[in-house]
């Protein structure tokens, strides 16, 4: 399936035939000439698919000259490993100032006690799902070490990211799901109340959330944990670099953040709506004896007396230089501009979705809108969509696709030719040519009520990443 190039999930392997196979370590080296123009034609062809600003998310800035520009900062220290400190203080310097400007944005000023623990801060990661994994492993240990908590449990909303479930996976920590509500797609703050227990460590609320953009109840999250004494977990990773601008600009956008007293951590992505490279993400705690649990040290090694303060060991101090660079290169400024043009994008085009009865948006979105039918299965519009160069990520339980509004999107004529595509897409979806939508065989919902079925589908996606990393079949065998 994944070697076939009709396939939804696209084919893995369209370079083979053009540059052939690699399947031994070469005995000679190539002209670097030669190999930097094979690279570029490959990048500059991936390039021209999202570059039309029809593609959901995933390139945040999409600006060739922020990109060049965070890639001359990069080489400067993309060879240095941010682990060793003494030859690379600079390390210091662009991470304590990462976390600081991601700290102000978060209001950690309100989060200031008395005492020198009782004071907000940050640490960088290598991506969202880094951070969230991190703070499953910050809770773990505080709530083992403070109550003795040995089997500790968290309570996400049913649409909170996976990286949650991976991180309770990697450190023994049981999962207890809650629904959301079907109409505002929001988590049912009553719900998670009745989960809670004498084990629970965490709770966890999205601002907002990535299959639909929603940010949860965060106000009302924030005055359980209070009430219960358990930690907040906000995941910002999607909306942390774009709310804030969103209230700023006026629109009705819910706190969320170190305002709210029962806010325990944030994770918010650099290398989202931050417009750094891919690669980094902020986690910001509430207090620094939090952090603390986050940390590994081991004296006695004969390495030496190791110590590393996350799940990584050595890091591209190029990386965390990008990222500062991208945050003083813009400043409050420039965020405010590009998120302006992002949200104003974003309603217009939901503006287009409401036009069409036939089309359902799901719960109050804003810079991230998914929208469903109760007339059809919303993936014989995906299927239209596609053939007219569109990418919407996928959503199940119900089927809905979604757009992550992104600056490529704000670009002169994207949303006319939405609207121009998304017309003839629901005329194709109210009589289509066959019953069953093709991507919905990859993205859509599989009946629950089917024994094993889930199973049969994680057999299918572990084959998936097996092929993701291995050469196309017939070679290396
Ligand atoms: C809400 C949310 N949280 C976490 C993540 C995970 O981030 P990453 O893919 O950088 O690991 C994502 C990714 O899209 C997200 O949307």
Redo the contacts with the bound molecule.
Sequence with gaps: MADDPQSPMGDLHPYAERFGVIDAFPEKGRPRQEVLRELQEIARQEDSFWQTGQCSGTMYCGDTEHYAFLNDVCSLYSHVNALQRDICPSATRFEGEIAAMALDLMHASAAVGEGPDAKPCGSVTS???ES?ITAVLMYRDKFRSERGISEPEMILPTTA?P?FEKGAHLFGVKVVHVPVDPESTLVEVDRVREQINDNTIMIVG?AG??PYGTIDPIEALSDLALERDVALHV?G??GGFILPWGEQLGYEIPVFDFRLAGVTSISA?T?KYGFGLKGT?VLLCRDRALRRHQYFATPEWPGGKYNSPGIAGSRSGGLLASAWASMVSLGREGYLRYAKAIFETSFEMQEVVKSHPELKLMGKPTFCFSFSSDRFDIYHVNDFMKERGWRFNGQQYPNAIHMCVTRPQTRPGVVERFAEDLAPAVKYALDPPNETPISAAIYGGVPTEVPGIQEMVKGALFKYLDSCQDLPPGHGD
């Design positions: 991506g969202g799902t969230i990211h990286a999205s959330n990535y995941d990773c999607l992505d290398h993400s």
